[in-house]
């Protein structure tokens, strides 16, 4: 009888020790945006911009993840017009570069007026970059309806408006922003 009350106490001490290290879980969700050349110079392929993004859930709701950062931009071979100096003429430079960030999503309130849907939800970041004169702006949320339901999806706009990479790739841009819609997330 003593050997078990003392086997246990100990197991009692032992998951009063584990347990709040167990705070919630985390998955790791991306995005993949196709981005188009400008419409003056159609033989410069499609680059891609991934995001990546961290979810997580709480203990209380083991199933339920939510987005909460973004920590990666990743441009590979995006397209830039770059007008460069007023006798140089202009250029194109196809922008592949990899930026560790850590942006918090804020959720976005509910429409007025109305009740929210179960299991449905909207988060919004925007970042400026810190090396040149862009911004990128979006939304993740997750649908309740639609053939894809309780996938989360992202919708956005990236806007380069001055980028100098080099001395023959000055004044880069994406000449306006370019907008995705209801893309997928996926895991990584």
Same mark, same amino acid.
């Given at each position: 009888?003593?050997?078990?009350?003392?086997?246990?106490v100990i197991a009692m001490f032992?998951?009063?020790?584990?347990?709040?290290?167990?705070?919630?879980?985390?998955?790791?969700?991306?995005?993949?945006?196709?981005?188009?050349?400008?419409?003056?110079?159609?033989?410069?392929?499609?680059?891609?911009?991934?995001?990546?993004?961290?979810?997580?859930?709480?203990?209380?709701?083991?199933?339920?993840?939510?987005?909460?950062?973004?920590?990666?931009? =990743?441009?590979?071979?995006?397209?830039?017009? @770059?007008?460069?100096?007023?006798?140089?003429?202009?250029?194109? /430079?196809? #922008? *592949?570069?990899?930026?560790?960030?850590?942006?918090?999503?804020?959720?976005?309130?509910?429409?007025?007026?109305?009740?929210?849907?179960?299991?449905?939800?909207?988060?919004?970041?925007?970042?400026?970059?810190?090396?040149?004169?862009?911004?990128?702006?979006?939304?993740?949320?997750?649908?309740?309806?639609?053939?894809?339901?309780?996938?989360?999806?992202?919708?956005?706009?990236?806007?380069?408006?001055?980028? =100098?990479?080099?001395?023959?790739?000055?004044? @880069?841009?994406?000449?306006?922003?370019?907008?995705?819609?209801? /893309?997928? #997330? *996926?895991?990584?």
């Amino acid at each position: 009888m003593r050997r078990a009350l003392i086997t246990g106490v100990i197991a009692m001490f032992a998951l009063a020790l584990i347990a709040p290290a167990a705070e919630g879980a985390t998955r790791i969700r991306q995005v993949q945006i196709p981005i188009t050349s400008p419409a003056s110079t159609p033989s410069v392929p499609t680059g891609t911009l991934t995001l990546q993004f961290i979810f997580k859930n709480k203990r209380a709701t083991k199933h339920k993840f939510t987005p909460r950062q973004l920590t990666r931009i =990743d441009f590979a071979q995006v397209p830039l017009s @770059c007008m460069n100096a007023p006798n140089e003429g202009g250029s194109q /430079l196809l #922008l *592949t570069e990899t930026l560790d960030v850590r942006v918090k999503l804020t959720k976005a309130p509910q429409p007025s007026g109305k009740r929210p849907k179960p299991e449905r939800y909207a988060f919004r970041f925007a970042y400026s970059f810190t090396g040149f004169v862009g911004t990128l702006r979006g939304t993740i949320d997750k649908p309740n309806h639609g053939d894809k339901r309780g996938v989360p999806r992202s919708q956005g706009s990236l806007n380069i408006d001055d980028l =100098d990479a080099n001395p023959g790739h000055t004044n @880069c841009s994406t000449n306006g922003p370019k907008s995705w819609g209801g /893309l997928p #997330l *996926t895991g990584v």
